[in-house]
């Protein structure tokens, strides 16, 4: 098992496991704000476009977290830096 | 598997020193084809006020436009017209990637950045324009002047997540029907093209959205109409 292997392994290895917690943390994000936004709109059925708008914008706040994860997941899958060229 | 671009692309042909990339091509043509259709509408409202398409037209128009107003809480025309094609041209975007062979122009980094710059700039440009230089840099040591490194901070972490989050959807949407294809074949990726056509809009309705915050935050300090 040469250092290419190696390399190889710890990138997917750590690819999985970036997209996992980061899928994790955004999912749970989500859900509290779509809970929260459902208990605002059970309330105030007048809001409901500023409420929608809120929540759209805090949805891709914190997806854009989970966003970064698989950003930085690609990189290590695709465009590792550590790689030897040609490999 | 051969049609993975993550970063980077190949160079098409080069244009004296300027090299030029498919995302160039795709872009300028999205971008002429809007200024056509755009031209095209506006000459046809003009002289068939009453038609079908010229009340949609107005429909998108008053929709941008109360979009801006209720944001900043009062009629912006100039930051109307920067949130408006914003979201058309993202929109127009995101949608050309489902064009069979068209590779979407927001799902190259370097589009993106551009976009998120322009917002970047943007941001104190209306904010200057709004309450003059001073007031507006005096905006960094609003609370506190020890909070003026996290004001920097916010400035550029905001610009850096609107052209990531942006770039990510788009490319891994269709990085996701490429692999779908490559395993399975023909009909099994429709489902996530349809979500893709809802993850488009929603994304260019995002960064319309965020663009018209940031910059109404830099410019509705003040009086409050």
């Given at each position: 098992m040469n250092e290419q292997t190696i390399i190889a392994m710890v990138s997917i290895l750590g690819a999985a496991?970036?997209?996992?917690?980061g899928?994790?943390?955004?999912?749970?994000g989500e859900s509290r704000i779509g809970a929260a936004a459902m208990d605002a709109l059970a309330r105030q059925p007048d809001e409901a476009s500023s409420i929608t708008r809120t929540l759209m914008i805090s949805l891709a706040m914190v997806e854009s977290t989970a966003i970064f994860c698989l950003v930085i997941a690609l990189v290590f899958l695709f465009a590792n830096p550590f790689k030897a060229v040609g490999s | 598997m051969t049609d993975i671009r993550i970063f980077g692309e190949p160079i098409l042909v080069y244009f004296g020193p300027v090299p030029v990339t498919?995302?160039?091509?795709?872009?300028?043509?999205?971008?002429?084809?809007?200024?056509?259709?755009?031209?095209?509408?506006?000459?046809?409202?003009?002289?068939?006020?009453?038609?079908?398409?010229?009340?949609?037209?107005?429909m998108v128009v008053r929709w941008l436009d109360s979009l801006v107003s209720e944001i900043v809480g009062r009629p912006e025309p100039k930051l109307t017209l920067l949130a408006g094609s914003l979201f058309v041209f993202i929109a127009?975007?995101?949608?050309?990637?489902?064009?069979?062979?068209?590779?979407?122009?927001?799902?190259?980094?370097?589009?993106?950045?551009?976009l998120a710059i322009i917002v970047f700039f943007a941001v104190p440009v209306f904010g200057i324009a709004s309450q003059g230089i001073g007031g507006y840099l005096m905006e960094y040591f609003r609370p506190n002047p020890l909070l003026f490194p996290l004001h920097l901070v916010s400035e550029l972490s905001r610009t850096l997540a609107l052209s990531f989050r942006l770039f990510g959807n788009i490319m891994s949407g269709h990085l996701l029907v490429a692999l779908l294809i490559s395993l399975s074949g023909f009909l099994?990726?429709?489902?996530?093209m349809a979500l893709d056509l809802l993850i488009g809009l929603?994304?260019?309705?995002?960064?319309?959205?965020?663009s018209t915050v940031f910059i109404g935050a830099a410019i509705g300090q003040g009086e409050k109409a």
């Open positions: 496991f970036t997209m996992a917690v899928a994790l943390g955004a999912a749970i | 498919e995302t160039m091509v795709t872009s300028t043509a999205i971008s002429a084809a809007l200024l056509v259709i755009a031209a095209g509408l506006r000459g046809y409202a003009r002289l068939h006020p009453q038609s079908t398409i010229a009340t949609m037209t107005r127009a975007c995101n949608l050309a990637g489902q064009l069979p062979g068209v590779r979407p122009p927001t799902a190259s980094l370097a589009t993106t950045s551009a099994v990726p429709m489902p996530f929603l994304q260019a309705y995002i960064f319309a959205i965020l």
